[in-house]
């Protein structure tokens, strides 16, 4: 057993043999429209398996999520825990549908159980980027109206890649929705394909031994998911449906309560859903989830591309594929994400540029934007012909190659500098590389900057020096 610090002494209400704290849940609601917010505590739960993070780093100072909460002792007013995050609602109400009326959603926080009364304050960043308390509430771990019972167990837990205590790694948890029992061995085989091709990406490449993966996959009735566009319902055990938001490939679930219920049983600080469809699709938010359709022939980029989302924060730097979110606003916010900026003179990954480069950096641009909307034409026409899904597959290969040989050639092509074209606009966002995994499809590393931020991310859930 590892000597416990000061600090893991503040959270030994319940102690586990493993000499951690045991793991709480707090689930709310976060409910309103594109002008209002509110928020209401739903139920706070104990876990069934111990905290798995290390202790001597449960205060985030990363500076990422548009949101950002934190637990402190009532008595001395210490911040025992903190994490940026993001949420489903953050991105409902940049919809335009948020602007004629209210949603309600769950989310929760998770954070070691203390030992005496606490404050859990939720944050928000204002539009100079600084958070702002939004919410707070007193919580009592001594409350008797805590849920300690266990909740049904969804299955064996599968795993996938053990390196060592959950303290000294992040843990990362792939869950599987709509595969029925047959079905099972097809997920952990779905997992272990797409677990090679993370691992085999820069930075991850690198990391691996600073991972653990684990698998669960509750049965579903039926395979597969739902997709309303093309009437396709189904009720699977994670509640994920296509069409989130009105965007066809998006992939979402708002069944939060039933998703941590399932996830509680293994340890985990990153999770991604894969959902057994073919259609391609997936989603990713920062500090809840990503999600990827496993059997489409681009799955393993999506899975890739969707965890720099989760994981870390990272902004899709496209900006030629329709979106479900009100872009085109005139003034350019710097962004908090680490891998986009409104400031190419000054990029927050200035200490990355390469020597001589100039601010902005020319690319292909004209070139490139000619080529892509003419493929985002062709797919639409594909989408509302009903065509096959093979035939979607081979539009985007080819258009993924060609991507790749029109980049490749630029003269800044592997250079850091500041490109414009990033974060759903075409002007007024810069990204650092002319290629990356989250502005193409193309079979290319992530960015300087985008690297950089995975590293820091890795860090803060590991004994890695983060000097």
């Known amino acids: 057993m ?86 489903i609602f953050g991105e409902w109400e940049e919809t335009s549908d948020a602007q004629n009326y209210n949603r309600s959603f769950s989310e929760s926080l998770r954070f070691p159980e203390p030992s005496d009364p606490v404050t859990i304050r939720i944050k928000k960043r204002d539009p100079k980027n600084q958070f702002k308390e939004v919410w707070s509430f007193r919580l009592d771990p001594k409350d008797i109206f805590i849920d300690r019972a266990l909740p049904a167990n969804p299955g064996d837990l599968i795993t996938l890649q053990k390196n060592g205590d959950s303290a000294d790694k992040v843990d990362f948890l792939l869950l599987g929705d709509g595969y029925t029992e047959a079905e099972l061995p097809k997920f952990e085989s779905d997992a272990r394909r797409l677990l090679e091709q993370l691992f085999a990406t820069s930075p991850y490449k690198e990391h691996r031994e600073d991972f653990n993966v684990w698998g669960l996959c509750p049965p579903a009735r039926e395979s597969g998911i739902a997709r309303p566009s093309t009437d ?34 293994a340890p985990y600080e990153a999770m991604e859903i894969l959902v057994n469809n073919r259609t391609y699709g997936g989603g990713g938010i920062f500090g809840l989830y990503g999600t990827v359709s496993v059997d489409n022939a681009l799955s393993a980029y999506i899975f890739v591309h969707e965890f720099g989302h989760h994981f870390a924060g990272l902004a899709d730097e496209y900006y ?110 810069y990204r650092s590389q002319e290629d ?30 983060t000097n």
């Open 320 to 429: 030629t594929s329709d979106v479900a979110y009100i872009t085109g606003g005139k003034v350019r916010l710097e962004p908090w994400e680490p891998n986009v900026t409104a400031d190419p003179k000054n990029p927050k990954w200035k200490a990355l540029l390469s020597p001589d480069v100039p601010l902005p950096t020319p690319w292909a641009k004209a070139e490139f934007e000619k080529s892509s909307f003419a493929f985002q034409k062709e797919r639409a026409r594909i989408r509302a012909s009903m065509g096959q899904e093979s035939e979607m597959e081979v539009l985007m290969l080819d258009q993924a190659k060609k991507e790749t040989n029109l980049l490749s050639k630029d003269t800044w092509a592997h250079k850091v500098g500041a490109f414009e074209g990033a974060n759903y606009e075409a002007t007024g966002y």
């Open 232 to 265: 396709i319902q189904r009720r699977s055990p994670l509640g994920c449906s296509y069409d989130f938001f009105g965007s066809e490939r998006y992939i979402i679930t708002s069944e939060n309560r039933t998703v941590r219920d399932i996830a509680s049983f």
């Open 436 to 465: 990356c995994i989250m502005f193409t499809r193309s079979q290319v590393p992530f960015c300087a900057a985008c690297t950089a931020a995975i590293e820091r991310v890795i860090k803060m859930y590991t004994p890695i020096d």
């Open 2 to 87: 590892k000597p416990l610090t000061a600090l893991a002494a503040l959270f030994l209400t319940t102690v586990t043999a493993a000499g951690a704290p045991s793991t709480l849940r707090v689930d709310y609601v976060h409910l309103g429209s594109a002008n209002y917010e509110d928020f209401g505590l739903d139920r706070t739960v104990q876990e069934p398996l111990p905290w798995p993070g290390n202790l001597a780093k449960n205060v985030d100072t990363s500076n990422l999520g548009k949101y950002y909460f934190e637990v402190a002792d009532e008595a001395s007013g210490q911040i025992l825990y903190s994490r940026g995050f993001c949420s």
